[in-house]
T-cell receptor, first 114, second 111 residues
Framework: ETGVTQSPTHLIKTRGQQVTLRCSSQ?????VSWYQQALGQGPQFIFQ???????GRGNFPPRFSGLQFPNYSSELNVNALELDDSALYLC?????????????FGSGTQLSVL | LAKTTQPISMDSYEGQEVNITCSHN???????ITWYQQFPSQGPRFIIQ???TKVTNEVASLFIPADRKSSTLSLPRVSLSDTAVYYC????????????FGSGTRLLVRP
């Protein structure tokens, strides 16, 4: 158990809809990062938040957006869902801003877009 | 272009030592190199982290050459429960900061 919880665990949406995924970080951690993991592939970095500010972003379009709250929990929002957005979405928390601090992952949200 | 490269798969037998190498040519200067283990339907789990030279903990060793363009995860005396996918993770800086996972190495440990 890492102390990082994600909700929901599974979700089914249709193309064009919007989705919000949630993540509660481990106690004492002020940094949250989000990843998309397609079946059989490695996690792809979406973005990272440090103290409520985005401070890193991967090669994802603007329809992928996020928030970090004062308690350091976080949301990932995806607008205009596409079939290729079907994946496992992972959230990780850490205690530092940059430099590859040890990440603690949740078990993920499995999103299916039909 | 930020990229990491790992072998796709490796086979081993119980009790053997396994070495998995990751290449990462453009790693950010101040970033650590971290390795994770992932089982199906679970998030990645931290194994070991280092900046340069050699790091050892209770489960693995990590070897990093002086140029930091690659790293090697060493698992001593693997068991069946070590069958999993192993990823290296490094940070890169181009237009913004990015954390890049390797493509993953699927390790199969046989009896």
């Amino acid at each position: 158990e890492t102390g990082v919880t994600q909700s929901p665990t599974h979700l089914i949406k249709t193309r064009g809809q919007q989705v919000t995924l949630r993540c509660s970080s481990q106690s004492g951690h002020n940094t949250v990062s989000w990843y998309q993991q397609a079946l059989g592939q490695g996690p792809q970095f979406i973005f990272q938040y440090y103290r409520e500010e985005e401070n890193g972003r991967g090669n994802f379009p603007p329809r992928f957006s996020g928030l970090q709250f004062p308690n350091y929990s976080s949301e990932l929002n995806v607008n205009a869902l596409e079939l290729d957005d079907s994946a496992l979405y992972l959230c990780a928390s850490s205690a530092g801003q940059l430099g590859g601090e040890k990440l603690f992952f949740g078990s993920g949200t499995q999103l299916s877009v039909l | 272009l930020a990229k990491t490269t790992q072998p796709i798969s490796m086979d081993s037998y119980e009790g053997q030592e396994v070495n998995i190498t990751c290449s990462h040519n453009n790693i950010a200067t101040n970033d650590y190199i971290t390795w994770y283990q992932q089982f199906p339907s679970q998030g990645p789990r931290f194994i070991i982290q280092g900046y340069k030279t050699k790091v050892t903990n209770e489960v693995a060793s990590l070897f990093i050459p002086a140029d930091r363009k690659s790293s090697t995860l060493s698992l001593p005396r693997v068991s069946l429960s070590d069958t999993a996918v192993y990823y290296c993770l490094v940070g890169f800086m181009d237009s913004s900061y990015k954390l890049i996972f390797g493509s993953g190495t699927r390790l199969l440990v046989r009896p």
